[in-house]
């Protein structure tokens, strides 16, 4: 959410000067994603609030703006914004499935799913199917939808790199969280030496930590973040929790995650509760503050993960606050 209070020292590069200010802020969208360029988000924001009318289209300035919601967590109001961008164009195929992936973030599951099915007629099938398959997945149904996900993606054969990364890593991601972790494994190792977003490294972290792999993520994810010209939180974060159980690293990790933690829980910086949830959780195995933070999260965010984060969290609480009564009694 844009309640930081961050001065962005940063400038969109000179060779984009060529392009209109509309090619500007999607380029900057576009490129968002990828390791060390979340500053883009901001950048984009502070381009389109200066746009006149001219310099960007009506329905182009509502699809620039649900992204940048969307990353700031507010999530009602980028699926707002993309209503209205379908009333105006409703074969905008990137506007329905940043819908989608709101109805499923928002918990709406079936308004997901039929969100997904719009797009039969004017995207490739693999796409309408991981789409609609996850929004399915995230309703719980998650062995099917394994499985239904598994023959589509087996039988694809024209995906542009962009969407098989996409893909997959939606089908990782369903694997992580049925409890198949060397099939989810398996399925994002043919694009790691390929450009892939954050969220696509998060995913891969998470899985070789829950593997009993730090030092793989030390080593790889440590490459990549050293590589940015920024440095993710998400990313620092799973190195931080790496460095507690490797004899690789000396605590230079930890270090970064602990100053970011701080400096975000100061600013109440509630788009990262996720990921303070983790911390506590983690790193300071203060339990009671990473339910806390988990709470926060899931009145935002309401995918499995989200609702794994939740279970997690309260159940270390509450096995905390019985130990600690266990402990008063026998005193």
Not at 131 to 136: E, F, G, Q
Not at 314 to 325: P, V
């Amino acid at each position: 959410m844009p309640k930081s209070s961050s001065v962005i020292v940063a400038k969109w590069p000179t060779q984009a000067s060529n392009l209109s200010v509309s090619e500007q802020i999607k380029k900057l969208l576009s490129d968002a994603p990828y390791p060390g360029n979340s500053v883009n988000y901001p950048l984009a924001a502070s381009l389109l609030r200066q746009a006149s009318v001219q310099d960007v289209s009506a329905a182009d300035r509502l699809y620039y703006d649900a992204v940048i919601k969307q990353h700031y967590h507010l999530f009602e109001e980028s699926k707002e914004l993309l209503g209205s961008l379908l009333k105006m164009q409703p074969k905008n195929a990137n506007a329905i499935l940043l819908l989608a992936n709101m109805h499923s973030v928002l918990g709406e599951h079936e308004f997901a799913e039929k969100t997904c099915l719009r797009l039969i007629t004017i995207a490739q099938q693999s796409v309408v199917a991981t789409c609609a398959i996850n929004a399915k997945a995230q309703n719980g149904d998650l062995s099917l939808s394994l499985q239904q996900l598994s023959v589509i993606l087996k039988n694809r054969s024209s995906d542009d790199n962009r969407v098989a990364i996409w893909s997959s890593e939606t089908y990782a991601s369903l694997a992580k969280e049925n409890g198949e972790l060397l099939r989810a494994e398996k399925i994002l190792s043919p694009y790691l030496e390929q450009k892939v977003p954050v969220s696509f490294w998060v995913l891969w972290a998470d899985i070789q930590l829950e593997l009993g792999k730090p030092d793989k993520v030390i080593r790889r994810l440590g490459d990549v973040v050293n590589n940015s010209s920024n440095q993710d939180d998400a990313l620092i974060l799973r190195l931080a929790i790496a460095e507690q159980s490797s004899a690789l690293s000396d605590n230079v990790w930890l270090k970064k995650v602990r100053s970011r933690a701080e400096l975000r829980e100061s600013r109440d910086d509630k788009e990262h509760a996720f990921d303070i949830a983790l911390y506590y959780y983690f790193i300071e195995r203060d339990y009671q503050k990473a339910n806390a933070w988990a709470l926060i999260n899931w009145q935002q965010a309401k995918l499995l993960d989200d609702k794994r984060l939740l279970e997690m969290t309260e159940l270390a609480a509450l096995d905390f606050s019985s130990e600690n009564k266990l402990k008063e009694n026998t005193q």
